[in-house]
């Protein structure tokens, strides 16, 4: 059962946007748009652009769900929610690869993210029995399938450029006991292997999941970190697709650093500019109402131990069928415009 302090937000599910999209996207941006540059025209009508590169290195998707909702709106005259739209649209976001065609995915966003002279950035959660059955339920068959899964998306990858969020709640839902014990030994063994296998890559940074600052016992999570592998990844993800602030994330990631070798973090501050819900109604990590963007993802921080800050979840994507949204990880426009005005 799902425990309330270890909620992502879960939208986790969501699948990566189809490879034909991707390539589309990179057309757009090749044609449309320069690398960096800031568009011409008026807000509202430019196309979206990448970020300056030496402030957020990652790709900008031109064809992501949120700038298809730019164009809609600007089809319809609507030009001030294009306009709040555009705050996400412009930014770039995880891509999550699905559990069908892993390389093709893999290839396909990091093939427009170096046409783009960006990095991608990438989200694996396919690990077997994940989210204990809660909206975002499935992951890969069993071990051989998610091995089989990790080698996709490596044969994918390559030599281009990428960073990789591992595996969200897999390791915390061993320590919360939302995975039943008998799946632990080999959970940790699965996420040592894609660790292994992606540090094996020439230009790709991993970061394993490390829950968030609502979790309430990060002692507990030491040692699992530890037998998961972080030493040997470039380090580990807090906030994933939830609503802690980047002030209590730090906090919160610099203590389980000092206990797994210093290790640097990354915060996804997609959704956390308003910090996380106190309000009435259970499961407030679910779709919670009156939630903002936060900071603009980039890579300088000033703090030598955060790496980056990202947005993981991508904003304006449902965490479940909750709070009368759609199912986990589907577009919402009515959401994303929420967390676009709220943006402090």
């Known amino acids: 059962m799902y425990r309330k302090n270890t909620g992502r937000g879960r939208g986790l599910g969501a699948r990566g946007v189809p490879v034909a999209v991707v390539l589309t996207g990179a057309a757009l941006l090749l044609t449309g748009c320069s690398s960096d540059g800031d568009g011409d025209g008026d807000e509202a009508t430019r196309p979206v652009t990448q970020q300056p590169k030496d402030t957020d290195p ?12 730019v164009a809609a709106y600007e089809k319809d005259g609507d030009k001030d929610r294009a306009g709040l739209i555009r705050k996400i649209a412009e930014q770039p976001v995880g891509e999550w690869i699905g559990p069908e065609k892993p390389e093709d995915e893999a290839r396909g966003f990091t093939e427009a993210a170096e046409k783009a002279d960006r990095d991608a950035l990438l989200v694996l959660y396919n690990i077997p029995h ?18 089989a899964w990790i080698d996709g998306v490596a044969r994918g990858i390559g030599d281009r450029g990428a960073t990789v969020v ?7 839902h061993m320590v919360d006991k939302c995975t039943p014990e008998q799946f632990h030994e080999e959970r940790y063994d699965l996420l040592k292997g894609a660790i292994a296998k992606l540090k094996s890559l020439k230009n790709t940074k991993v970061y394993l999941d490390a829950g968030n600052a609502g979790w309430s016992h990060p002692d507990g999570l030491y040692e699992p970190l530890k037998r ?20 209590a994330s730090v906090a919160y990631g610099k203590t389980l650093s000092a206990k797994v070798g210093g290790k640097p973090f990354v915060i996804d501050t997609s959704r956390n500019g308003r910090g996380p819900y106190s309000g009435e109604g259970k499961d ?30 991508r904003p304006g994507e449902s965490d479940g069928t909750c709070r009368g949204g759609p199912q986990a990880g589907q577009w919402w426009p009515e959401y994303a415009l929420g967390l676009a005005k709220n943006a402090p």
């Open 130 to 147: 994940r989210d204990c059955g809660q909206f975002s339920k499935g992951g890969a068959a069993d071990g051989n399938a998610y091995r």
């Open 166 to 172: 591992l595996e969200p709640d897999a390791v915390l």
């Open 284 to 313: 407030p990590w679910c779709n919670p109402p009156g939630r903002g963007l936060g900071e603009a993802p980039t890579t300088k921080t000033g703090d030598p131990k955060v790496d980056a800050y990202l947005w993981v979840k």
């Open 58 to 69: 990652f790709w900008v998707n031109p064809d992501g769900n949120a700038a298809r909702q």
């Open 228 to 247: 998961s592998g972080v030493e040997q990844a470039d380090g580990f993800a807090v906030n994933v697709s939830n609503f802690q602030t980047t002030e």
